[in-house]
C-alpha cells in the first residue's frame, strides 16, 4: 500500500476534507519537478471545470426565487460556503474583509506584545478589543486610529463606526513606565529627556523644543502625548490654541484635532505627525520621528 492509499475517505467535515487535501500536497511535493508539474495541472484542469460547472449552475437558478432562497442556505454550510469562495462565486463575508484588515497591523501589534480581536460586526458599526500589551496602554489611542481604524476604513468603506471595546487590563495606572504606539510615524535616533511630568499641565499642554523641532506635550487623563507644534493645515503653530476637554483648536484657522491620538476633527483626512514618547518615573522622554 502506498502513502497514497493511506490517506482516509469518506471524511464530512472543512476540517478534515482540508486535512486530507494538504496531506496528499506534502507527497506531492516530494516528487521531482516534472511529476509536481503534471499534478498541479491536473489540478488546475479540475479546478476550472468545477468552477464553470459551478458558475453555471448559479446562474441559471439565481433568477429563481425558491432556488435562490435554497442557495442562501444552502451556503450557510461550512463545506459549500468554502468551495464557493474559494472560486470566487461568493464575495468574502464583510466579517472576512474585516479580519484580512486587521490582520495587516497584527504584525506591527504582536511586535511589541499586543493583538487585536474583533469582537462583533453589526453594520455600519463593528466593535474591537485589543489585547496583550495594547490592552490598556497609554499609547492605544494612537494605534487604534494610525493602525486599526485607518486598516479597517480603507478595506470596508460602508463601515463608518469603529468602536474600540475597552479590555480589563490596569495598565493604565501604572505610572513607571509609558509604552510607545508601533504606530508612532517611522521613529530615528534616541531617546531625548525633555522635562518632568509636573510640568505638563494636566489637560493641557507644554511646547519645548527637541533636537531642533518644535513639538507640543499633552498631558490628557494621565496619558502624554507628543506631536509636531504645527498645524496639518498650513503648518501654524499649535501651543497659542484653545483647548477643551482634549480637544485643540488652532488659533489661526480653526482646526481642531483629538490630543489623545491627533486625529484631526474639521479634516479626517489629515493628523498631526506624531512623535513617540514614554515617561520613566517623573521623566518625560521624547524619540522623534522622521
Not at 458599526?125 to 500589551?133: H, L, N, P, S, T
Not at 519645548?208 to 494621565?222: A, C, D, F, H, T
Amino acid at each position: 500500500m502506498n502513502a497514497i492509499d493511506q490517506i482516509p475517505t469518506k471524511r464530512e467535515d472543512l476540517a478534515g476534507l482540508a486535512g486530507d487535501i494538504e496531506r496528499v500536497e506534502a507527497i506531492f511535493s516530494s516528487w521531482d519537478e516534472t511529476q509536481r508539474n503534471a499534478v498541479e495541472a491536473y489540478r488546475r484542469a479540475i479546478e476550472d471545470l468545477h468552477g464553470e460547472a459551478l458558475r453555471r449552475l448559479v446562474r441559471g437558478l439565481k433568477d429563481e426565487p425558491a432556488a435562490l432562497a435554497a442557495m442562501k442556505q444552502a451556503v450557510t454550510d461550512e463545506v459549500v460556503y468554502a468551495v464557493l469562495r474559494r472560486h470566487n462565486i461568493l464575495k468574502p463575508s464583510l466579517s472576512e474583509r474585516v479580519e484580512a484588515a486587521l490582520d495587516g497591523v497584527r504584525p506591527m501589534l504582536a511586535s511589541h506584545g499586543g493583538n487585536v480581536e474583533l469582537v462583533n460586526v453589526r453594520p455600519p458599526a463593528i466593535e474591537v478589543r485589543f489585547v496583550g500589551a495594547c490592552d490598556g496602554c497609554p499609547a492605544s489611542a494612537l494605534t487604534f486610529h494610525a493602525g486599526v481604524k485607518k486598516a479597517v476604513e480603507e478595506a470596508c468603506p460602508e463601515i463608518t463606526d469603529i468602536i474600540q471595546i475597552k479590555g480589563m487590563s490596569n495598565a493604565a495606572d501604572n505610572d513607571s513606565v509609558r509604552f510607545v504606539s508601533p504606530f508612532a510615524l517611522g521613529a530615528v535616533g534616541g531617546w531625548h529627556l525633555v522635562c518632568r511630568l509636573d510640568e505638563i499641565p494636566q489637560g493641557g499642554i507644554s511646547a519645548v523644543v527637541v533636537g531642533g523641532q518644535n513639538v507640543i506635550l499633552s498631558r490628557q487623563e494621565g496619558v502624554v502625548s507628543c506631536f509636531q507644534n504645527a498645524c496639518a493645515h498650513l503648518g501654524m503653530e499649535l501651543d497659542g490654541g484653545s483647548i477643551d476637554e482634549g480637544i485643540i483648536t488652532c488659533p489661526y484657522h480653526g482646526f481642531r484635532y483629538d490630543l489623545s491620538s491627533g486625529e484631526c476633527l474639521t479634516a479626517p483626512e489629515v493628523a498631526l505627525q506624531s512623535h513617540a514618547v514614554r515617561v520613566i518615573g517623573n521623566r518625560v522622554e521624547v524619540r522623534l520621528s522622521s
